[in-house]
């Protein structure tokens, strides 16, 4: 069983911070699917700051700011409110909040420049980076109002919020409780879940072979729906044609094998799923989707009869998350919507684990999944699990929170080992940081190839660590000391060029990547932090006012000045040698 929610909130960020900014964290964490690192990256509290030794200027109620850029790209903006008090629980969220948002929204879609003036040093670099993406796009907003309490807005402030929030484009907003967190963390245990369905007349065909034996059949799309269901008596009853589908919530563990999260009704496929099934073609569902395909220990049904009742024990849906969830809010908005539609459903009865996670990862096509899991349960992944653990006793976490009751400086994460090695390894830096939704798809082969040895990972990884600690504590000094925002605000930027530099000096010097050495790696930190400042500094002399850091960095020019002065640190030459060059 999962650690108890307050465990778990507990564990994460350091040591000093109270819990209420141990609950942005994990907050953080949860809502954006992101890691630790990247919720305290985002946090603009001013309080935290403060907490954190840096506490200059106001956060004008935007505690946290995320840019997705994979998505939209979408800037994510967070209100959290946190009590202790037992008596508060209950309370609505405070409305006066809400005026404090929209207000600030104003601000930054019309970029007054008095906002640096009003606001800390954390945020205001943000706000720079949501205004370089309207040189090139138009993001989309969302405002999100996260609380430990049990009540949100009132539904006249709700409206009144979403009233105030119209007159701008593209911005949405949703609110965040204290049970929705719970929920997350508690339903994280895998259920062993049964069922019963009715198969379409003989619609239906068997196969086995081996270890595994298969039915594909023709199942009402209802049906299908009802078998997910959160209640063990619908998800049993086979006279289900009265049943009222909105009085129930889907149950997300019916999905814990499926290497895809639900997408909600951010992803174009779902919208497609949906108005295909609602429309007057939905008869033709059954051609037009790629069906369902469930594992199971063991699948009955009586041979030889028309529309027989077919059960279903310890079942998971490894594919069709997308179209279940699509389908069921059809169904709530629409009860009459599907009465002509069928699914194609595949179901494998097997108990070799190994064949139930590749029946997932290669029936996961119709979606495109930006996260480690699909590739999680490969010999790959799981052999450097096997071998970090038993050789260098660290904890690879293939699939997130797989290790969560652990100590997390034990704990690695996959996806940002991955980014690691791509700057540290394979010297490509500006790919690091801005293409990890191609790291577990187009790019997996190279990252993770045959000669990337656990060992290579473990120094990659760690070296990433260590440079965003000392991020951390630049972000510190900046809000801390706004005089030095001009000049150190970069790094908040640059982690995987310092990371790039430190693997370029490294080689040069004939220092190995080895587990044994990686104190003498972390300790280039400083040289690489002036190779990229160097860099960073020509281009903003070049470039004049057009100049921004977000977008240096994510350019293939930043790697060919850091290369530049990478050269010329190791021909010796000094600042005044490398201005004549330059000239």
Same mark, same amino acid.
């Given at each position: 069983?999962?650690?108890?929610?307050?465990?778990?909130?507990?564990?994460?960020?350091?040591?000093?911070? *109270?819990?209420?900014?141990?609950?942005?964290?994990?907050?953080?964490?949860?809502?954006?699917?992101?890691?630790?690192?990247?919720?305290?990256?985002?946090?603009?509290?001013?309080?935290?700051?403060?907490?954190?030794?840096?506490?200059?200027?106001?956060?004008?109620?935007?505690?946290?700011?995320?840019?997705?850029?994979?998505?939209?790209?979408?800037?994510?903006?967070?209100?959290?409110?946190?009590?202790?008090?037992?008596?508060?629980?209950?309370?609505?969220?405070?409305?006066?909040?809400?005026?404090?948002?929209?207000?600030?929204?104003?601000?930054?879609?019309?970029?007054?420049?008095?906002?640096?003036?009003?606001?800390?040093?954390?945020?205001?670099?943000?706000?720079? *980076?949501?205004?370089?993406?309207?040189?090139?796009?138009?993001?989309?907003?969302?405002? $999100?109002?996260?609380?430990?309490?049990?009540?949100?807005?009132?539904?006249? =402030?709700?409206?009144?919020?979403?009233?105030?929030?119209?007159?701008?484009?593209?911005?949405? $907003? $949703?609110?965040?409780?204290g049970h929705h967190i719970i929920e997350r963390i508690t339903k994280r245990g895998k259920r062993h879940l049964s069922a019963k369905t009715k198969l379409i007349d003989k619609?239906?065909?068997?196969?086995?072979?081996?270890?595994?034996?298969?039915?594909?059949?023709?199942?009402?799309?209802?049906?299908?729906?009802?078998?997910?269901?959160?209640?063990?008596?619908?998800?049993?009853r086979a006279d289900w044609e009265t049943l009222d589908f909105g009085s129930y919530d889907i149950l997300e563990d019916a999905f814990d094998e499926n290497v895809r999260v639900?997408?909600?009704?951010?992803?174009?496929?779902?919208?497609?799923?949906?108005?295909?099934?609602?429309?007057?073609?939905?008869?033709?569902?059954?051609?037009?989707?790629?069906?369902?395909?469930?594992?199971?220990?063991?699948?009955?049904?009586?041979?030889?009869?028309?529309?027989?009742?077919?059960?279903?024990?310890?079942? %998971?849906?490894?594919?069709?998350?997308?179209?279940?969830?699509?389908?069921?809010?059809?169904?709530?908005?629409?009860?009459?919507?599907?009465?002509?539609?069928?699914?194609?459903?595949?179901?494998?009865?097997?108990?070799?684990?190994?064949?139930? /996670?590749?029946?997932s990862e290669f029936t996961n096509s119709q979606n495109p999944v930006a996260s480690r899991d699909l590739r999680s349960n490969d010999f790959t992944q799981r052999k450097y699990?096997?071998?970090?653990?038993?050789?260098?006793?660290?904890?690879?976490?293939?699939?997130?929170?797989?290790?969560?009751?652990?100590?997390?400086? %034990?704990?690695?994460?996959? =996806?940002?080992?991955?980014?690691?090695? +791509? &700057?540290?390894?394979? /010297?490509?830096?500006?790919?690091?940081?801005?293409?990890?939704?191609?790291?577990?798809?187009?790019?997996?082969? =190279?990252?993770?190839?045959?000669?990337?040895?656990?060992?290579?990972?473990?120094?990659?990884?760690?070296?990433?660590?260590?440079?965003?600690?000392?991020?951390?504590?630049?972000?510190?000094?900046?809000?801390?000391?706004?005089?030095?925002? +001009?000049?150190?605000?970069?790094?908040?930027?640059?982690?995987?060029?310092?990371?790039? &530099?430190?693997?370029?000096?490294?080689?040069? +010097?004939?220092?190995?990547?080895?587990?044994?050495?990686?104190?003498?790696?972390?300790?280039?930190? /400083?040289?690489?932090?002036?190779?990229?400042?160097? &860099?960073?500094?020509?281009?903003?002399?070049?470039?004049?006012?057009?100049?921004? $850091?977000?977008?240096?960095?994510?350019?293939?020019?930043?790697?060919?000045?850091?290369?530049?002065?990478?050269? &010329?640190?190791?021909?010796?030459?000094?600042?005044?040698?490398?201005?004549?060059?330059?000239?």
């Open positions: 069983m999962s650690p108890e929610p307050r465990n778990q909130i507990k564990k994460v960020g350091e040591d000093k911070l *109270d819990f209420s900014h141990k609950f942005m964290i994990f907050s953080l964490m949860q809502i954006l699917d992101v890691t630790e690192d990247d919720a305290i990256d985002a946090i603009t509290d001013t309080s935290f700051l403060s907490a954190m030794k840096g506490s200059t200027g106001h956060d004008r109620g935007i505690d946290a700011v995320f840019i997705d850029e994979d998505n939209g790209p979408t800037v994510h903006l967070f209100n959290f409110k946190y009590t202790d008090k037992l008596e508060k629980l209950n309370s609505n969220f405070p409305s006066d909040e809400t005026d404090k948002v929209v207000s600030f929204l104003a601000k930054v879609l019309s970029k007054e420049n008095a906002l640096k003036q009003e606001i800390n040093q954390a945020l205001f670099a943000k706000i720079e *980076d949501i205004w370089s993406l309207f040189d090139s796009t138009s993001p989309t907003f969302v405002i $999100h109002l996260c609380t430990n309490q049990f009540k949100g807005l009132t539904d006249e =402030e709700g409206r009144r919020f979403s009233s105030d929030l119209s007159r701008f484009s593209d911005v949405s $907003h $949703h609110q965040v409780l619609s239906y065909f068997e196969k086995s072979d081996g270890d595994v034996r298969a039915l594909i059949a023709n199942i009402d799309a209802r049906d299908v729906i009802r078998i997910v269901l959160d209640d063990e008596v619908t998800r049993q639900y997408l909600k009704k951010s992803s174009k496929i779902n919208k497609a799923i949906k108005e295909t099934a609602t429309s007057e073609e939905g008869f033709r569902f059954f051609y037009y989707n790629n069906g369902i395909t469930v594992t199971c220990s063991e699948f009955k049904y009586p041979k030889a009869v028309r529309s027989p009742i077919l059960e279903l024990k310890d079942f %998971q849906i490894v594919n069709g998350c997308q179209t279940i969830h699509a389908l069921h809010e059809a169904l709530k908005e629409n009860p009459e919507c599907l009465n002509e539609t069928d699914l194609l459903v595949r179901i494998y009865e097997t108990k070799n684990e190994q064949l139930i /996670g590749s029946i699990e096997a071998d970090l653990k038993n050789t260098f006793k660290f904890f690879y976490e293939r699939k997130k929170g797989m290790f969560s009751d652990l100590p997390k400086q %034990q704990v690695i994460d996959a =996806e940002k080992a991955a980014q690691a090695i +791509m &700057a540290f390894i394979l /010297g490509k830096p500006a790919e690091a940081k801005d293409e990890k939704r191609r790291i577990f798809s187009d790019k997996y082969d =190279e990252i993770f190839s045959d000669h990337l040895t656990a060992e290579h990972l473990l120094v990659s990884y760690l070296i990433y660590k260590d440079i965003e600690s000392k991020k951390l504590a630049v972000r510190r000094e900046i809000n801390d000391q706004p005089d030095q925002y +001009m000049d150190r605000v970069f790094v908040l930027h640059a982690t995987y060029f310092i990371l790039y &530099a430190i693997g370029s000096i490294a080689e040069r +010097m004939k220092i190995d990547i080895t587990y044994g050495n990686i104190d003498k790696l972390k300790a280039l930190y /400083g040289e690489a932090l002036d190779v990229v400042s160097k &860099a960073a500094e020509q281009e903003k002399k070049e470039e004049g006012v057009k100049y921004q $850091h977000r977008m240096f960095f994510k350019s293939g020019k930043a790697k060919s000045k850091v290369d530049y002065f990478l050269s &010329a640190r190791e021909l010796q030459m000094d600042d005044q040698d490398l201005a004549s060059l330059l000239v």
